[in-house]
């Protein structure tokens, strides 16, 4: 379910920066709305670097409290795009718990080509108490989300910032020449 809200919220954020971004670029604006624009990149910025800490510390609670296994690749799962193109491939990983119970669950993350070729063993992190609740003990699953949405945030926040300050960064940076008699 968190995935779904990501995917829709970075979908309307997508839009929103895309159409300030599409207004300055297409026409010169006042200065008032150019930090309005700013200032709205700037807030997307924030928000993704919110959601990427939510994350990491989503993934940090669950590590420190996760048990480690073997696990073996089992199959790969065909994703495809949401518009019918593109496609990769999740792993579908078996593992056993502590209690010696067979459980398997599909990796967050898709790829093409595959990560993981089937029967590959790879390490597996998974809660004691819902064994159902496991993911891949990799650096792409754990940190992917979290660093992908916070330089997408920090890069929003620095163009926030400059849109938003445009006119003063414009006149240090290039200064109004006054026009001299000539003798």
């Given at each position: 379910m968190?995935?779904?809200i990501?995917?829709?919220?970075?979908?309307?954020?997508?839009?929103v920066v895309?159409w300030?971004?599409g207004?300055?670029?297409?026409r010169?604006i006042?200065s008032?709305n150019?930090?309005?624009?700013?200032?709205?990149?700037?807030?997307?910025?924030i928000?993704f670097?919110?959601?990427?800490?939510?994350?990491?510390?989503?993934?940090?609670v669950?590590?420190?409290s996760?048990a480690a296994?073997?696990g073996r690749v089992v199959e790969?799962?065909?994703?495809?795009?949401?518009?019918g193109?593109?496609h990769?491939y999740?792993?579908l990983?078996?593992f056993?718990d502590?209690?010696?119970?067979?459980?398997?669950?599909?990796?967050?993350?898709?790829s093409s080509p595959?990560l993981y070729?089937?029967?590959?063993?790879?390490?597996v992190?998974?809660?004691?108490?819902?064994?159902?609740?496991a993911?891949i003990a990799?650096f792409?699953?754990i940190?992917?989300?979290?660093?992908a949405c916070?330089?997408?945030g920090i890069?929003l926040?620095?163009c926030?910032?400059v849109?938003?300050?445009w006119?003063?960064i414009?006149?240090?940076?290039w200064p109004?020449r006054t026009?001299?008699?000539v003798p």
């Amino acid at each position: 379910m968190g995935w779904v809200i990501l995917i829709i919220f970075t979908f309307v954020a997508g839009i929103v920066v895309g159409w300030w971004l599409g207004l300055l670029t297409a026409r010169r604006i006042e200065s008032a709305n150019d930090k309005f624009a700013g200032n709205m990149i700037l807030g997307a910025g924030i928000i993704f670097v919110v959601i990427g800490g939510i994350f990491a510390v989503r993934n940090i609670v669950f590590i420190r409290s996760a048990a480690a296994t073997d696990g073996r690749v089992v199959e790969l799962r065909e994703s495809k795009g949401s518009d019918g193109s593109g496609h990769g491939y999740a792993a579908l990983v078996e593992f056993e718990d502590f209690d010696g119970i067979s459980h398997k669950f599909a990796s967050q993350i898709s790829s093409s080509p595959p990560l993981y070729e089937v029967g590959s063993h790879i390490q597996v992190l998974y809660q004691l108490n819902k064994p159902s609740r496991a993911m891949i003990a990799s650096f792409g699953e754990i940190l992917g989300v979290p660093l992908a949405c916070g330089a997408v945030g920090i890069f929003l926040i620095g163009c926030g910032f400059v849109v938003s300050r445009w006119p003063q960064i414009r006149l240090k940076l290039w200064p109004r020449r006054t026009a001299t008699a000539v003798p």
